[in-house]
């Protein structure tokens, strides 16, 4: 499990910095840089919805990260390895700041 820091203040998910779902995915199976990946567990405040079950609102500081950004030295099997995971928006989509090429 990951502790998961994230500054996506828009995702419905977001919690004071903390992620509050029980787990996330990251994509960016081409990715060989940071700007390659994205949280695609990401769900704009307003959209989730109690009746699917995806309104998270207890943070939740340690998580399991499935990632499919074969080309970070984090990734194993397609689970991230990393300590301490930061999700970050760049004005277009909630990058994985933690990725590092291999």
């Known amino acids: 499990m990951s502790k ?3 500054s996506v203040c828009d995702c419905a998910s977001n919690s004071s910095g903390c992620c509050c ?5 990251v994509s960016g199976s081409s990715a060989t840089d940071c700007c390659g990946t994205n949280c695609s567990s990401y769900m704009p405040r307003g959209q989730a919805s109690n ?3 995806c309104n998270f609102t207890t943070p939740n500081e340690n998580l399991e990260i499935s990632c499919n950004a074969s080309n970070c030295m ?7 390895t990393s300590n301490d995971v930061n999700i970050e ?3 277009t989509k909630s ?3 933690t990725f590092k090429a291999k």
């Open 74 to 80: 984090y990734n194993s099997h397609c689970q991230c």
């Open 89 to 91: 928006f760049d004005g």
């Open 4 to 6: 998961l820091s994230c």
């Open 95 to 97: 990058l994985c700041k």
């Open 21 to 25: 779902r029980p787990n996330i995915n």
């Open 51 to 53: 009746s699917c079950g």
